[in-house]
């Protein structure tokens, strides 16, 4: 096993024939983000395909995901059952959403320099290019 990503559990292993590709992003998952979104059906199946792109390529990209797709992501992880079924279902396993922010603690003062987009907000929509993904 050559991509160290795949060696220790963060990513997908392409090789491993546990992948099955007939396991779809449920309908009411895309509809509910087409709904909230306020993007119309076409467009939110186009998104949430490149989404499981991304999810089946991530060991091979060996890139965090583009914001809009990291949206796209944290909708589904909220539909839980639906989310874990996929991963098992598709991957053998669950795939972890992990943030690649560094955690600040509540006493901590932070300078408006090291403040960016990209950084992680509990409160904010997505993470984008701060997180990858972990399987078990």
Known sequence: ??????AHGLAPDLED??????????DEVIGRFAYKSGVSWESAVELFGRLELYLDNAAAAKRPPSKELDTAWHEFILH?????????????RY????????IRLP?????????NSSDCDVSGPSCGPSCTLSLE
Do not use: F, K, W
């Open 1 to 6: 096993m050559n991509n160290p990503l795949v």
């Open 17 to 26: 024939t546990r992948m099955r590709s007939d396991v779809r992003i449920p």
């Open 80 to 92: 839980t059952r639906q989310y874990a079924e996929y991963c098992i279902n598709r991957y053998g």
């Open 95 to 102: 795939v972890h959403h992990v943030p690649l922010s560094p």
């Open 107 to 115: 006493n901590e003062t932070v300078s408006a320099e090291s403040m």
